[in-house]
Nanobody, 123 residues
Framework: QVQLVESGGGSVQPGGSLRLSCAAS????????ISWFRQIPGKERERVSC????????YYGDSVAGRFTISKNNAKNTVYLQMDSLTPEDTAVYYC????????????????WGQGTLVTVSS
């Protein structure tokens, strides 16, 4: 089974950018749809983006569309989330998650989760 490890979180000022990485080990990501979720304290976890398997279809939540870009480097077995024009409302713990069932299976059914990385947007 694949294992996922996020990195790239940190603190940034409003309007800034960060790139999160989700590195996979134990298996290739070829057959896994990879989603990025975020959780703000006191709120439900939100799926912000997903990239599908072989065709690379991407999905973005309304709150990040036009500002975030998901991509995949097969050679590095890594998925990235480029986050631009960040606002304080983007402050959250970001998780990557993977499943063989595609981008739109219910969150509770997703089989593999990373440990999360904290993003703080503040002036």
């Amino acid at each position: 089974q694949v294992q996922l490890v996020e990195s790239g979180g940190g603190s940034v000022q409003p309007g800034g950018s960060l790139r999160l990485s989700c590195a996979a080990s134990g298996s290739t990501l070829d057959d896994y749809a990879i989603s990025w979720f975020r959780q703000i304290p006191g709120k439900e976890r939100e799926r912000v983006s997903c990239i599908g398997t072989h065709d690379g279809t991407t999905y973005y939540g309304d709150s990040v569309a036009g500002r975030f870009t998901i991509s995949k480097n097969n050679a590095k077995n890594t998925v990235y989330l480029q986050m631009d024009s960040l606002t304080p409302e983007d402050t959250a713990v970001y998780y990557c998650a993977g499943d063989l069932g595609g981008c739109f299976i219910p969150e509770r059914h997703i089989s593999v989760w990373g440990q999360g990385t904290l993003v703080t947007v503040s002036s």
